[in-house]
């Protein structure tokens, strides 16, 4: 059974890290590509990062380029989301996703495109 499980999720200050980290069970990691996204509470879910089986990282929000580094471990079976500089605006449920492709050159910014989902971490950023 495909299980992402995500953690690492919690109330931090503004200027503030957190490093989420997306452990997968029942399948091998490598053989997917993965991406990250995030809602808000009264926001669609949008987009975060992601990252393909070659290692190879995208970024779709412009707030979180410099600030955000996806990485995965496949030896490990995880992908991590590392925060830096937290923002209030960052604020959301933080969800990994996954899907299995012989492509290695993809991944995308779509939820509608992953099929296995994990429960999500909440993430404040808050004084």
């Known amino acids: 059974q495909v299980q992402l499980v995500e953690s690492g999720g919690g109330l931090v200050q503004p200027g503030g890290s957190l490093r989420l980290s997306c452990a997968a069970s029942g399948f091998t990691l490598d053989a997917y590509a993965i991406g990250w996204f995030r809602q808000a509470p009264g926001k669609e879910r949008e987009g975060v990062s992601c990252?393909?089986?070659?290692?190879?990282?995208?970024y779709y929000l412009d707030s979180v380029k410099g600030r955000f580094t996806i990485s995965r471990d496949n030896a490990k079976n995880t992908v991590y989301l590392e925060m830096n500089s937290l923002e209030p605006e960052d604020t959301a449920v933080y969800y990994c996703?996954?899907?299995?492709?012989?492509?290695?050159?993809?991944?995308?910014?779509?939820?509608?495109?992953?099929?296995?989902w994990g429960q999500g971490t909440q993430v404040t950023v808050s004084s």
């Open positions: 996703a996954a899907l299995r492709t012989g492509n290695l050159f993809w991944c995308s910014g779509s939820g509608a495109d992953y099929p296995y």
């Open positions: 990252i393909r089986r070659t290692g190879i990282k995208l």
